[in-house]
Antibody, heavy 121, light 111 residues
Framework: EVQLVESGGGLVQPGGSLRLSCVAS????????MNWVRQAPGKGLEWVSY????????YHADSLKGRFTISRDNAKNSLYLQMDSLRAEDTAIYYC??????????????WGQGTLVAVSS | QSVLTQPPSVSGAPGQSVTISCTGSSSNIGAGYDVHWYQQLPGTAPKLLIYGDNNRPSGVPDRFSGSKSGTSASLAITGLQAEDEADYYC???????????FGGGAKLTVV
């Protein structure tokens, strides 16, 4: 059974940093592209970051303006999101999501339960 | 404002059918990129419901179906059940933004 378990969320002050983790099990982690998707309270889903299976290709949403960095450790079956210069508008549940690659657009076939990040003074 | 436009809410009685629309543009759905749909039950993570415009993952009832035409897509749910009450999101890829994009979500109420 595919499992994705996020951790690392919490309350942080504006301007602070946080590192989220996602541990995968039940599949060959190193063979899959991975993403982070977030959901602000009462709002819709927003794609945040993508990383290729080998970790060599990375994309981030333009709205992040270079403040977040995605990475992975295939030996540890783990995905990470380093979040710096956090703002109130970054408050959200952050989901780790496995990508299924297709010719005409990837989709997210498995999701973790999410970890809540709250940015407030 | 989301790149893909969905109605904020839809409703239907048990046993009836509803359709949720997802309108994009020439840089996403209209460019030929697939549309995928997710169901998010209250307080839970999203779950893949339809992929590749009209394909159901194993375990998803055939009451759920998807379609696409031009710059729009639709999710149809037949034989509504109380447990279908959830938020439904469409998703595609936008070549102008170089980003995966979601609709704003449609809340389904089974009245």
């Amino acid at each position: 059974e595919v499992q994705l378990v996020e951790s690392g969320g919490g309350l942080v002050q504006p301007g602070g940093s946080l590192r989220l983790s996602c541990v995968a099990s039940g599949f060959t982690f190193s063979s899959y592209e991975m993403n982070w998707v977030r959901q602000a309270p009462g709002k819709g889903l927003e794609w945040v970051s993508y990383i290729s299976s080998s970790g060599t290709t990375i994309y981030h949403a333009d709205s992040l303006k270079g403040r977040f960095t995605i990475s992975r450790d295939n030996a540890k079956n783990s995905l990470y999101l380093q979040m710096d210069s956090l703002r109130a508008e970054d408050t959200a549940i952050y989901y780790c999501a496995r990508a299924k690659v297709t010719t005409w657009g990837d989709y997210f076939d498995h999701w973790g339960q999410g970890t809540l990040v709250a940015v407030s003074s | 404002q989301s790149v893909l436009t969905q109605p904020p809410s839809v409703s239907g009685a048990p046993g009836q059918s509803v359709t949720i629309s997802c309108t994009g543009s020439s840089s996403n759905i209209g460019a030929g990129y697939d549309v995928h749909w997710y169901q998010q039950l209250p307080g839970t993570a999203p779950k893949l419901l339809i992929y590749g415009d009209n394909n159901r993952p194993s375990g998803v009832p055939d009451r759920f179906s998807g379609s696409k035409s031009g710059t729009s897509a639709s999710l149809a749910i037949t034989g509504l059940q109380a447990e279908d009450e959830a938020d439904y999101y469409c998703q595609s890829y936008d070549t102008s933004l170089s980003a995966w994009v979601f609709g704003g979500g449609a809340k389904l109420t089974v009245v």
